[in-house]
């Protein structure tokens, strides 16, 4: 079964510096996401990207934050200057269809420190 | 957008069917009822999803109230690999160009060998 990989799987960064995680979706797949889950809490959305570009954003996703579909297959998501409380699971999603009919497949996440 | 509201945790037994309850009174007509849950270290995972009638897949079934303002989970023989959090979700759906998930608090279940 097609399955949504991450990569790295954890990610060690010092404050201030920039991070990019890495997402790999399903491949037939037009709509992607990010969630992330600070440790202990719920799994918040953090963006969704559809035809290149952003189709809707949190109040998480500020201006450190950036996607990006640089070639068919993968998906990336950047933090320009990581602050402690970045720290958490990062989850990327895809999806076949926009619909409510349609169910987000979802990777198993980059656990991001930073120290 | 329309919530759900869903018990902090459950227990079961090991091979017992489990039935995981979600309330949605404010669904609106065109909200699909999703069932996601976690394992412990590993990213949510689609099990189930419906809009009026009962579904059934190789993971579990889906019982929806006849006004939909309910919904439960059914796992037909719990096995210790289904202890996670379980989350109904509302697939709202925003524009045309994609949707997304807003997860709740979820129901740990627990399984007793």
């Known amino acids: 079964e097609p399955e949504v990989t991450q990569t790295p799987s954890h990610q060690v960064t010092q404050m201030g510096q920039e991070v990019i995680l890495r997402c790999v979706p399903i491949?037939?797949?037009?709509?992607f996401y990010w969630y992330r889950q600070i440790l202990g809490q719920k799994v918040e959305f953090l963006v969704s990207?559809?035809?290149?570009?952003?189709?809707?954003k949190s109040e998480i996703f500020d201006d450190q934050f950036s996607v990006e579909r640089p070639d068919g297959s993968n998906f990336t998501l950047k933090i320009r200057s990581t602050k402690l409380e970045d720290s958490a699971m990062y989850f990327c999603?895809?999806?076949?269809?926009?619909?409510?009919?349609?169910?987000?497949?979802f990777g198993n996440g980059t656990r991001l420190t930073v120290t | 957008d329309a919530k759900t509201t869903q018990p902090n945790s459950m227990e079961s037994n090991e091979e017992e069917p489990v039935h995981l309850p979600c309330n949605h009174s404010?669904?609106?007509?065109?909200?699909?009822i999703h069932w996601y849950r976690q394992l412990p270290s590993q990213g949510p995972e689609y099990v189930i999803h419906g809009l009026t009638s009962n579904v059934n897949n190789r993971m579990a079934s889906l019982a929806i109230a006849e006004d939909r303002k309910s919904s439960t989970l059914i796992l037909h023989r719990a096995t210790l690999r289904d202890a996670a959090v379980y989350y109904c979700i509302l697939r709202v759906l925003l524009n045309n160009a994609g949707n997304m998930l807003t997860f709740g608090g979820g129901t740990r279940l627990m399984v007793k060998p």
């Open positions: 491949s037939n797949h037009l709509y």
């Open positions: 990207f559809y035809n290149n570009e952003i189709s809707e």
């Open positions: 999603a895809s999806s076949g269809r926009p619909t409510g009919n349609s169910p987000l497949h």
């Open positions: 404010t669904i609106s007509g065109t909200d699909y």
